[in-house]
């Protein structure tokens, strides 16, 4: 049989206050992007600048998922 997985927070408190300001930045138009400054509009990326300054800042964030890297074709 297999492992029961653990339940619990994968997120803390501290993470889920960021997003909640990084939203409300978005919704007065106040929120930017990048080194481009340019203004938020998505609802996506918002969230994602919120996790984004939550590990910044030290909060319970699990880490960035990585892309596998493909090996070159050989010809």
Same mark, same amino acid.
């Given at each position: 049989? &297999?492992?029961? /997985?653990?339940?619990?927070?994968r997120?803390? /408190?501290?993470?889920?206050?960021?997003?909640?300001?990084?939203?409300?930045?978005?919704? &007065?138009?106040?929120?930017?992007?990048?080194r481009?400054?340019?203004?938020?509009?998505?609802r /996506?990326?918002?969230?994602?600048?919120?996790?984004?300054?939550?590990?910044?800042?030290?909060?319970?964030?699990?880490? /960035?998922?990585?892309?596998?890297?493909?090996?070159a074709s050989?010809?």
């Open positions: 049989m &297999a492992a029961k /997985k653990k339940s619990g927070r997120y803390g /408190k501290a993470a889920g206050r960021k997003i909640e300001a990084a939203m409300h930045e978005r919704k &007065a138009g106040t929120l930017r992007a990048g481009s400054g340019k203004k938020v509009t998505s /996506k990326q918002a969230i994602a600048i919120g996790l984004s300054q939550g590990r910044e800042a030290g909060a319970k964030v699990p880490k /960035k998922r990585s892309t596998k890297k493909r090996s050989k010809k």
